[in-house]
């Protein structure tokens, strides 16, 4: 009897090593997957290139890089009580450069900051999301459908990419806006308009992410929202993409108002 008993109690101290060996383990798997992210993408290629992204040129000419270094960076953003959260500090623990990295965090952040505002809410659809206004404004709704940028047209063309950036509503295509969309001639990547004039600079340009595929309303295209941007003396409105590529963009477009 006493000799079983003694086999039970070895067992149990046994069993009960193994469970806290287990349990150590998998807090220590935990501790690496939330604190050395860097060991992850110590030996994967290098993403980045110079630049400030605010400028669509500067994205646009590296759009392959960038989805790549968005994608790694999308792995680590959570929904959590509402909001955006993500568990990376720079650039470096991705092997990523740091002006991606503060150009996507920057927008996430303003994205917090518009649901905070109450003005706003956030709407899950598939395995994507939406910041959706929740008075919902009918300025530039179906009416507007059937518009086209003309070519040298500025003034134009900034006013209804200016009602586009207030009124046009996530998880909708941007070919749903603009008709010519389609037009290969006109709407290619990179496409800008800019000058100076006595009352100062001005850019907007208005982008067909979908180019290099065969369907105009391809994911690319599909608008995630509004967002605006300052660097010093510019401000830039845009309209962008679910991975942050910038649609439209307009930098001080009151000058034409």
């Known amino acids: 009897m006493k000799g079983w008993l003694c086999d ?9 090593t193994m469970l806290l060996g287990g349990c150590s383990e998998n807090i220590q798997e ?15 290629v290098f993403l980045g ?38 568990n990376i500090k720079n650039g470096d623990e991705l092997n990523i450069s740091e ?33 959706m206004p929740i008075k919902v404004e009918e300025g530039f709704g179906q009416s507007r459908v059937g518009q086209y940028l003309i070519g040298g047209q500025h003034r134009y063309n900034i006013n209804i990419l200016k009602q586009l950036h207030s009124y ?31 009352f100062g600079r001005w850019s907007y340009n208005c982008d067909n992410a979908c180019f290099y595929s065969s369907r105009i309303d391809c994911v690319y295209n599909e608008i995630a929202g509004s967002d605006t ?3 010093a003396d510019e401000v830039w409105d845009k309209v962008k993409g679910r991975n ?3 649609l439209v963009s307009i930098m001080n477009y009151r000058y034409y108002q």
Do not use: C
């Open 49 to 86: 290139f110079e630049g400030d992204l605010i400028y669509p040129e500067v994205i646009w000419g590296n759009v392959d890089t960038y989805l790549r270094a968005f994608e790694r960076m999308k792995a680590h953003l959570k929904l959590k009580d509402g909001a955006l959260v993500w």
């Open 229 to 231: 941007e300052v660097r």
């Open 99 to 131: 002006n991606i990295f503060e150009y996507v965090t920057g927008w996430w952040s303003r994205q917090n900051e518009k649901l905070n505002s109450g003005d706003y809410k956030l709407e899950i659809q598939g395995n994507d999301y939406y910041i």
């Open 244 to 246: 942050g590529l910038p």
């Open 168 to 198: 046009a509503r996530p998880g909708r295509s941007l070919y749903y806006y603009i008709n010519n969309l389609d037009d290969y001639s006109l709407f290619r990547p990179n496409l800008f308009y800019g000058a100076t004039s006595s």
């Open 30 to 44: 935990d501790f690496l997957n939330e604190n050395n992210i860097t060991e992850m993408y110590i030996d994967s």
């Open 8 to 16: 039970l109690t070895w067992i149990s101290f046994v069993a009960f």
